[in-house]
């Protein structure tokens, strides 16, 4: 069996490890730029602070240092912790993140999986990382962690619905649920017959944009949306009993997370990967282009999501509940409707 | 358990009289959740002991005393001029309003009196440890709440009301500047003005608190109608300061006991809210740092010449007697009861410090809330650990 990378006839297990490793280096290096970008040194300019300085130029190589300072750490059990389940969750929580990553496309060829059903089985696969969770409160036999992680379960689930709510309104738009399809029909969309940008869904579907961004800020627990790590009051929620690598895996999928979910919020809704078909550039070229667009792209909404994360303080539990079940869906669930609706009608 | 007086109290404990029926029917049982002593919430030592079911708060209780320093003893074995150190260390963040009450009974009992421009330097001082410490609570209600941006801008503007009170005493945080008949120094030149620049400074801090905090949506939904104190009972637990006042209690010693102090040479005014919940106390504490920006400013402009001690014998000996000073303080009503037998060290000192008593109404408070709000009570009743535990 063997398969085509970019033109090249490989063995399948040459062209998995190529697919597997292109992955890891583009996910951590990305992950990573935005853990220095935003966490670092946007957060820093906002609340008037200069961030790390000392490592690196302007601090660049401070989260290497973090890095080795946590793979320096004891691995730390509680007494009554569940230990093979303690030490599973943040497996499972980094590989939901990782699942996450292999249908997003960067170009024509570069997809680590070309999936019928794409987008469905992102947010199927998101919704992993509410296991992992749960996992690590019950294992950590503490009242904080069960706390935060009762309350995530809560809440990861509770916005899933608006989420995919918000996806259908792209689906019935492009047609399909793959998302080369849909960055294929943004990029030959036309508005009016003017096809020289495209259509970006955000300009039809940006109820389902805010609705989206508003539900990937919930499932990625960040503020207002935080109440399972709230560090003021459960501590670090179900994060409370893990230090050093584990810590450090947590840290890197809550990250990473972000990333991919702002990858598929800029694939869904910014024309992900491609330029206007009406642009006549070669699949070649934008095979190089694609990847910078697509991550810079993402790069910018991950900025919208921890700026509203450094801005706000947090939604009590009841209230974000209320705000997903009573606010959320049923817009979303009106947005379906007007977009069926104009779908048949034009 | 303290006693209950309110009437919707009473028909929680029944609601939840009832709940528990059914909770026995569902075989659910309670779970006892120990806030500290070391949890971010409480910044100190302080301890909750928590009974929960669920989220929901069924008894909570505070432990103080993990920080208990024994300053009312310790004063004992020290002399009048060096009790002062100890006390800067009881509400750390406004630490000059410590000394002022204690120096004022002190000299109510030698029977002298600081002249007029040290009172006026002794207000200003006053008034700038009130601004250093609540413009922290500022910050850090948002932090509690889970935006931890606005505590930066508190840390970054708290810094330049600090540097004018160590330009004056020599210490940030520990100024040990008060003297029994005075001060210790004279201001140095200029500070008068770059005080007035630096209230410019404080005033747009709030300015911005009130936009980035408190017009938050998320804010006000996290403490409007959350742990609501009628007036009634913040009289029986005897809460001061402006967690009084965001009851509606018009009540300021400043203005209606004021001793020593040159609060009455200038116009201000005594805010108060008639919620009492926790945004009722936040907005007063806002409004008294605004407050306290106009009272500096006007002190500044009138500060009298003169002499800064009263003539006072190099040795200090006090003559025997009592006496109760109390001035309103950042936290609330601090006093101390000095009792003197006529030694070189007072013969017995009580401080009453207001956070003691505010946090005292917490188990009436916490009961029936949710454990996120508990979190925001205590933020808004605004205790400091060193003012608990003495």
Redesign the interface.
Known sequence: MSSAVLGLELAYWQSTLIRVLAGLVAVLLLTGGVVYLYLFKFVSFMQSRLGPMEAGPYGSLQLLAEVGKWLQKEDIHTEDSDRLVFGLAPAVVLSSTFLMFVVIPAGPDLVIANLGTGIYYVLAVSALSVLGILMAGWASANKYALMGALRAGGQLIAYELPMVLAVLGVVIMAGSLNLQDIVAAQAGGEIFGFSGIGNPYILTQFVAFAVFMIAVQAELTQTPFDMPIAESELVAGYQVEYSGIRFLVYFISEFATAVAFAAVASTLFLGGWALPTSWGLSDGVMNVVGPLLVATKAVLLVGVVFWVRFSFPRFREDQLQRLAWKVLIPIALANILVTAVFKVAF | MTAVTDRQKLQYIAARAADARVNVELETEG?T?NIGPQ???THGTLRIVARLDG?QVIAAEPVAGYMHRGYEKLAEVRTYAQVTTLVNRIDWLGSFANEVPFILAAERLMEVEAPPRATWIRTLLFEMSRIANIILFLGDM????????PV??AF?DREYVLDQIERVTGGRFHPNFDRIGGLKDDLPKGWLEDTKAVMDKVRSFCDEIED??MG?E??Q??TRGIGIIPPDVALQYGLSGANARASGIDWDLRRDACVGLAYPEVDWKVWTHPDGDSFARFWVRLQEVREATRIIDQLADGVPSGPIMAKVPRIIKVPAGEAWVSTENPLGEMGYYVVSQGDLTPFRLKIRSASFNNISITPWLLRGV??????TILASLYFILGDIDR
């Open positions: 779970m959740l949890h971010p919430a989220e948002g932090v509690q709440l889970g935006a931890i941006t930066f801008f970054r980035l905090l938050s998320v804010f939904e996290r949710y454990v996120p709000d508990i979190v």
